[in-house]
């Protein structure tokens, strides 16, 4: 599995491990852990993508289109997590 997902995974069940002290709940602290690794996971997508936008201008002048900066970015997402297409 890609390194940086592994992270988020540790910090996800870090926080729930905080957050569920008592395990007395474990279905509490399950679903705490898979709504904080979603969460987190949406936001790396995020903050890549974001890393990779341009302004309108710009990609003109780089003869891009919104399809081609998607494009780019969803490949990038691929390759930044380490996913073969």
């Known amino acids: 599995m ?9 910090q996800a069940r870090d926080y729930a491990d905080d957050t569920y002290k008592n395990f007395s709940n474990n279905s509490g602290w399950f679903e705490l852990y898979n709504e904080k690794f979603a969460d987190m996971i949406v ?3 995020f903050e890549h993508c974001k890393g990779q936008l341009v302004d309108k201008k710009t990609a003109e002048h780089m003869g891009l289109t919104y399809n081609d900066a998607v494009g780019d970015c969803a490949n990038g997402l691929l390759e930044h997590f380490g996913v073969e297409e």
Do not use: D, P, Q, T
């Open 2 to 10: 890609n390194e940086r997902i592994l992270e988020l995974a540790e």
């Open 43 to 45: 936001r790396e997508c």
